[in-house]
Each structure stands twice: as C-alpha cells, then as structure tokens.
C-alpha cells in the first residue's frame, strides 16, 4: 500500500527490541490498517509485556554508558539522526499519511518541525549545566550535578505519529536516558521508521526501543518495572490519569501531556481575517484531531455574525479526500468512535436550540470523513463546552464583555493551550494573564515548536516539551555538599 517509497527499508513490520529487529514470539501480530478505506497497511508484533521487560533490561543495561559519552558523542550522533529525518522526510510522510490520513503535506510539516525537537536537544545536551554555591562555612562549597534520570519509558498517541515521539526521545537521549516507546497500535509505522533512522545514525542497541503491542499489558508493564524511573505519555486524561496510579508505588518520574478544550476568543478589536484564518488553522488542521485545537470559539457580540459567516466559507473550501491527494486539505477520522463523538456533539448543540451554519454530518466520501461543521447559537453548559470534541466542530459562542468571557474560558478543568485576537496592549496583557492555561496564542494559532515550553496545567497534564525547559524533565538534580576545604 505505501508504494513510492524512495527508501523501501523505512517501512518495517517488525518491532525494535533490545537492538535487535524481531517479530513476536508467540507470532502475534496487530494490523495496521488505512483510514481512507480501512484498507491493511501491514501486520506489527503484538508483544506482550515480556518483550517490553527484554527492552527495559536492555535499556537499564546500555544507560550508564550512553550517559558516560561526552555530551558532545550523544549530541553528535543526535545530529546525525536529525539529519538523516531531514533527508528522508518525503518518505516519513508518505509512511504517516498512509496509517494514519492526515494530508501529505501535514504530514511532512509534522516530521520536519518535530525533527527540529532532535535539533534543539542535540543542542541543549552540551549545556547541562550545574552550579557551584559557597557553602555554609569557609571550608565547604555546595556544587550542583544535573544527572540523567535514568531508563524512560514513553507511550504516544496516533494524532501526530512522528512529532510525538522525536520530542520525546529527542530530550531523553540527550541527558543521558535511555528510552522504551510504545506507539499507538494504530500509527506504529513512523515510529518503527523512526527507529530504523535512530539506529543508521549510531544510536546504541538498545539505547531506544519501540515495542509494539496491546497498550495496557505493556503500559502496565513501564508502571511496574523499578528499572522504569520515567514515564513520559501524551494521550487522553483518562490514560494519564491511569498511569499516574499505577506509577504511584515506585514514585516514578512522570511527563504527562493530556486533554485539553481550548478557548479560542475573538474580541471586537481583532483584525477578524487574521482571526479566521487562525480559527481554520486551529480547528482544522488534523481534521480537529490534535490537544491544542480549538474546542470552542466564544467572538465578541459586535462582529460575531461576520466571524461566524467567513469561517463558515472558508469551512465549506476545505477539500476532504485522501492524504496522498494534490490538494487535499483534510482527511478522515482516525476511526469510528472518533465520528460517534463529533455526532454527540453536534446532535447535543442542535438539542440544545444552536443552529448549523455548514456541515453537520458525514460526507459523501464515507468511511471515517466527516464534513467540517460550524455551528452558531452555542451556549455555555453545552457538552462542546466541557469535553475535548477531537473533530471538525468549530462551535461558536457570542459573548459581551471581557470578564465574562475569561469566566468562560476558565471554567474547564483542562488549561492545555488557549488563544485569542485583539489589538489593545492593556487587553493582551490582562487576558493573556488571566487566562488559565500553559499556553496562550495571541494573534495566532501556532504554539509548537522546539524552542518554546509546550504543556498544560490543570488536568491537562505536568511538565513541559521543548526550550531550555524541556530537558528538565528528564534530569535529576544532585547536591554535593564538600567540606575540609
Ligand atoms: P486516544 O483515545 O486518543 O487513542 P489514548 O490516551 O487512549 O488516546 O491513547 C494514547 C496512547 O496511550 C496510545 O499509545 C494508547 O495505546 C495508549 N494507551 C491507551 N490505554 C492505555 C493503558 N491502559 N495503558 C497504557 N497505555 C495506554
């Protein structure tokens, strides 16, 4: 089915484990199938969680010489993977496309401003610094190490396949970890790709594993574990709230980047083009499929019938198909389950007296595709309002004034990211402050990139992704206090 790979060798079926290329043992196999048609990709091992402990043994094994390199080795051949990501990002596309719908040229952008990730770590591995501080006597000096935590171990969802695990593994890596990866069972391609190019570009066997398989056994298996000091998970918060319990016995480490229902404002200063050209972005973009896309659009009463009617244009010019397709702006839904949530949705606003201003239903296209919706008439208390939709629902709310606005913003148990348009200074400032979320967009859709903290507060997860902030994570800090000096 991926046909037109420049390098066939970047499209495995055999899990990573422990440096060595395997199938499993019991002949197992999960299918990897393509939501433009359902159609099978290939078969993976389905391993159990004996193969994750083989991967985890290994892992604790390599870990005190991969962290005894120079920063300068580990970031050498960091580089290299980079590179070779780089180079190899048409095939990584077709690959991610392929198992998992999203347009072609997402798909590439995804691999390439997360690659960026490995770039930016490769970086920040030289600059693990420590500090010397005067002791409590003239003859004492209080000297601060940064050390790896040591064997991580990651698990990462099928909404951006590639993206979420360089932004892992990149980090980790760095400062001297080592890393077992779970992929999603519906997108492991890219990450066994990704392993293919970690391994070319000198990463130690065992350095880095995925193990594919059923979720829970494994991620049972990485809570259990005491060689296991960090989980690091992007998913659902039901997932992270799960993990969180069962890591709780060996008071692992944990990086969690979960749910979120973003708050997208428009205020009556906003340049409204600009405006709805960041709502298209943040909603559409993955079909509605990613943590940060906007959950709900609350526009200010004065331009809100103008915003709701450009967005609906430029709603109904998004071209649905496959992936691989010139032209093709978004692509289905993962799976079904993912269509009965934007249905509930939809039906509940309706329900509820909101009207639809385009789309609303399935498209003709079949299968998991669903048109892009905009809805007007929307109302505080909806079900949009408070669960993460994770689809083509763009819901808009009007509202008067600012306080009551932020109220509505604020009042989620998420605080992943948050955006809103305006022009007055003393306005972008006191909302961006009052807005209770890790990150906030003003003026703009675009939060991820490798030199910025990406990460929520709230129920939305603990620890940050990306910048000088995202090593921190997987690095412990220790005292040494010397004295007799
Ligand atoms: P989604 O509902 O969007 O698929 P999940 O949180 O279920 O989000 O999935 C994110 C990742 O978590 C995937 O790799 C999935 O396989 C994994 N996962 C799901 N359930 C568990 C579990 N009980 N233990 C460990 N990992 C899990």
Redesign the pocket.
Known sequence: RVVDLKDPSLLVSQAYVAGAWIDAPDGRTIPVTDPFDGALICDVPDLGPEMARRAIDKAHEVQKDWARRTAKERSAILRRWYDLIVENADDLALILTTEQGKPLAEAKAEVISNAAYIEWFAEEAKRIDGDVIPGTSPSQRIVVLKQPVGVCAA?????FPNGMITRKVGPALAAGCTMVL?????TPLSALALAVLAERAGVPKGAFSVVTG???P???E?CRNPKVAKIT????T???R??MK?AADGIKRLSLELGGNAPFIVFDDADLDAAVEGAMASKFRNAGQTCVCANRIYVQAGVAEAFAEKLAARAKGLKLGRGTEAGVTMGPL?DE?AVAKMEEHVRDVLDKGGQLLVGGRRSDLGGTFFEPTVMTGVTQGMKVTKEET?APLAPIITFTDEAEVIAMANDSEFGLASYFYARDMARVWRVAEALESGMVGVNTPALANEMAPFGGVKQSGLGREGSKYGIEGFLEIKYINIAGL
Do not use: H
């Open positions: 698990i990462t969802p099928w909404n779970k992929p999603a069972a519906q059923e979720a829970r494994i991620g049972e990485f998970f992007t998913g659902s039901g997932v992270g799960w993990l069962e993962i389950r994770f």
